[in-house]
């Protein structure tokens, strides 16, 4: 049972009389108890809602096209509290956050609603045989899992939660029952990889087609650990005889199923210096929001954008910077490079900005603080506009991670703040403050 907050003026519920207030028991009999109810019983023609108002139940009878909504909004996204994590994960991030930051920070969500809706990773070890049940009938695919490993021992030790073990058994039950499944590994040093990743790997393996992709991250790990288990980054030859097994598996996998199924994040190629794959090796890009392959897929998208544009010469030259986290900072600058060859009135600067927050151990953007960017920029001349990558703030665009708004930055710096999506948005962007400023 969940409660009606408003209902869309002109609406097919607001012309049958429905108001804020009620709320709603069921659907063509079906209960609703949140929001994957509701999405998947709306989708009929004729909608019988059970309602209740002041200990009252009435029937409305609702006829519309087949999937359109019926104009009912609730309290929340899910219509449901957010189910938070049991797990005492041994490499969790939110662990190794510093105090004093915002309450949202600290909360850990293992949703499956989440992973349908959002793309978020769920564990599984909170989800019941029951819930299983539920996301089969309703075919709510692909599910994301986080696995890191599948030897139950070892998954009990990593997640912290004695029923971690039963992983395969869930993820067999949701395979059988055809549900498509997208897997993560979170490596961490002498714990999970070596035989073991190869073992996890394997077995991932055999529930291929339903595995449909299996993403290899390393543990991030900052300088707030601690009195947490003692972990330790991999070297550059470490990751790289990381990256040579699942070289090797990618090509049994070839083989034996005509796809690679298994890859590593970008930070692991830039880490061991390597050269990364080609995009035709990352078939497709199923795991870009893991970082895997997400600067070939920003690559092939600036020059797409390149292709179809000419040299803009009339007008004054127009100076950025653009800043990044280290990680990015060599692939950013060739990038921008190529965008300058083209837009030739644009000079830009890259800057890979140290995290001195969360520790230099911490390269990626998403994880860069306004402190971050105010200490690494604040002595130099930023020009006209300043670039940063979106992934560094909330959903909302408008905080960093420490609570510094874009607005007090930009005021600190003196300078205006574009945040930008990935490689095609920087050319939109720079094609922006040339209209602007013809």
Do not use: W
């Not at 993403?215 to 300088?223: I, S």
Request: charged share 30%.
């Amino acid at each position: 049972m969940v409660e009606i907050t408003a209902v869309d003026p002109g609406s097919v519920a607001e012309k049958a009389g429905i108001t804020a207030g009620e709320k709603l028991i069921s659907i063509n009999g079906n209960e609703i108890i949140d929001v994957l109810d509701y999405r998947f019983y709306i989708t009929e023609k004729t909608v019988v809602m059970k309602l209740l108002r002041d200990g009252a139940e009435r029937e409305v009878k609702l006829k519309k096209p087949q999937y359109d909504d019926v104009g009912l909004e609730f309290s929340s996204f899910l219509m449901d509290e957010k189910r938070s994590c049991r797990n005492k994960c041994i490499f969790c991030f939110i662990d190794q956050n510093p105090h004093g930051m915002r309450e949202s920070i600290y909360f850990k969500d293992d949703d499956t609603r989440l992973s349908f809706l959002m793309g978020n990773y769920v564990t599984l070890t909170n989800t019941s045989f029951e819930e299983l049940d539920r996301i089969i009938k309703m075919h709510i695919s692909p599910v994301n899992v986080s696995v890191h490993t599948t030897n139950p021992e070892l998954r009990v030790k990593m997640l912290g939660n004695r029923f971690a073990g039963d992983i395969m058994e869930k993820l067999k039950y949701l395979a059988n029952g055809g549900i498509s499944l997208n897997c993560q590994i979170v490596l961490c040093k002498g714990v999970n990889d070596g035989d073991e990743l190869v073992a996890t790997v394997k077995e991932l393996a055999a529930l291929c087609p339903a595995v449909e992709s299996i993403a290899v991250v390393p543990a991030g790990l900052t300088r707030h650990r601690k009195g947490l288990f003692p972990l330790i980054s991999f070297t550059p030859e470490e990751t790289a005889g990381v990256i040579r097994d699942i070289e090797k598996l990618q090509q049994e996998f070839l083989n034996r199923f005509d796809t690679r199924l298994v890859f590593a994040a970008d930070e692991m190629y830039i880490r061991a210096g390597l050269e990364l794959p080609s995009a035709e090796d990352y078939e497709g890009f199923p795991q870009l929001d893991n970082g895997i392959g997400l600067i070939r897929s920003m690559e092939d998208d600036v020059s797409a954008l390149l292709e179809d544009l000419s040299a803009e010469t009339e007008g004054r030259r127009i100076r950025v910077t653009l800043a990044t986290g280290k990680a990015a900072e060599e692939f950013m600058r060739s990038t921008c490079a190529r965008i300058c060859s083209v837009l030739t009135r644009i000079d830009c600067t890259v800057v890979g900005v140290e995290n001195e927050f969360f520790g230099p151990e911490v390269t990626v953007a998403g994880l860069l603080t306004g402190s971050d960017y105010y200490e690494a920029l604040k002595n130099m001349d930023l020009g006209d506009a300043l670039l940063i990558p979106a992934v560094s703030l909330r959903h909302e665009r408008d905080k960093f991670l420490d609570d510094v708004t874009v607005e007090s930055l930009s005021e600190k710096l003196g300078i205006n703040i574009i945040p930008v999506e990935e490689g095609a948005d920087i050319v939109y962007r720079f094609l922006g403050l040339l209209k602007d400023n013809q």
